[in-house]
């Protein structure tokens, strides 16, 4: 199972700044059994296996987007790959020069020089996406996104005990209350941590600050450091409006409100194709992490099993997020929207 190979991952290693410290298997969260799909991005692994063979020594790291399970990334990807193939920039490459970038669903970042494909379907791969999205010195740049660890932790759950992708290990899932009690118990204990492997899910604690590398002592400078661009989850829109710049140099349309006026920059105006779908994109699952009502006891047990995850979590939404966006803004002289436009204008469309 692709979870145990993961949980194997013993040699994995942390950067924590100022040492680099080994990682102890049931640390690492487990993936989902099944990677997201991305109807019309996302390769399958023999396509990868393939590409991989004959040119991945060739591979230059140079951009990397770790994927969080349960972060949105997987959605984000699409979008992002969606919004890089409209644009005129990418258009007016000669066919030799165009480049993608690309899913390699659960390979493990350990293995880019010999697992990651060098192209994709005759372009060449310049950035690469896979999970659990462990950070990596390896990559020149590095792009995340992160999730508010309340509902992040109740979308893990609903995934493996209601999702499509976790049907056949369903049954090995208990209640809410008894997953996180088990969960809860297992903080400091190695042998219950061991006994929770059976759920054949993730391992919630602390799952983000620890695929991130986020270091408290250390704070907001390191974990900068380490990730280009750090997004957020509830600011999906303009998070992959900085990755996509920071990933290409260009400046989409559909991301720059510089010559809106301030009433059609906060309307609501998204591409059909960009919109969230809870039908295609929420795999099966019937409850969802951001709407679930919880009561007082189980808040508190997922506030102290993720008590670092919420320091990594209100640093970046009450500092980091807007630095990087004012960043953007002032290398590019342009404003970001705070949601990706429809309405281009008729230049673009014919581009």
């Not at 969606?82 to 293995?111: H, I, Q, W």
């Not at 992708?165 to 008894?178: G, I, N, V, W």
């Not at 400046?251 to 906060?266: S, W």
Request: charged share 25%; glycine share 4%.
């Amino acid at each position: 199972l692709l979870s145990t190979e993961v949980r194997n991952e013993s040699e994995v290693k942390f950067d924590t700044g100022n040492s680099t410290r080994n990682v102890t298997p049931n640390e690492i969260p487990s993936p989902t059994v099944q990677t997201d799909p991305i109807k019309t991005m996302e390769m399958s692994q023999e396509s990868a296996k393939n590409a991989a063979t004959s040119k991945s020594t060739s591979i230059v790291f140079s951009h990397y987007l770790g994927h969080i399970p349960k972060s949105g990334s997987s959605f984000a990807f699409g979008a992002i790959a969606k919004m890089f193939f409209e644009m005129p920039e990418y258009k007016a490459l000669n066919v030799s020069d165009r480049f993608r970038p690309c899913n390699v669903g659960v390979t493990l970042v350990r293995n880019w020089k010999t697992k990651f494909p060098y192209e994709y379907k005759g372009n060449k791969c310049t950035m690469w996406m896979t999970e659990p999205g462990l950070y990596h010195t390896a990559p020149e740049h590095s792009y995340v996104i992160i999730r508010e660890p309340i509902s992040h932790t109740l979308s893990m759950y609903f995934h493996c005990a209601e999702s499509r992708d976790h049907a056949s290990m369903k049954h090995r899932m208990p209640s809410l209350d008894e997953w996180l009690r088990a969960w809860y118990e297992a903080q400091n204990n190695s042998t219950k941590l061991k006994q929770n492997n059976v759920f054949s899910c993730y391992n919630p604690l602390d799952f983000q600050s620890k695929t991130t590398a986020f270091n408290p002592e250390l704070g907001k400078n390191d974990i900068r450091r380490k990730w280009d661009i750090i997004g957020d989850n509830s600011q999906m829109d303009k998070t992959m409006c900085m990755i996509l710049i920071k990933y290409t140099g260009w400046v989409p349309e559909r991301c720059d409100c510089t010559n809106l006026p301030d009433k059609r920059r906060q309307r609501r105006h998204l591409a059909n194709a960009l919109v969230y779908d809870p039908n295609k994109d929420a795999h099966g699952v019937t409850n969802h992490g951001s709407t679930y009502q919880i009561t007082p006891e189980q808040r508190n047990m997922i506030s102290e099993m993720r008590s670092v995850d919420l320091q990594l979590y209100n640093l970046l939404v009450n500092e980091i997020f807007e630095e990087q966006v004012q960043e953007i803004e002032q290398e590019h002289n342009i404003t970001l929207c705070n949601k990706i436009r429809m309405n281009l204008t008729a230049s673009s469309k014919r581009a």
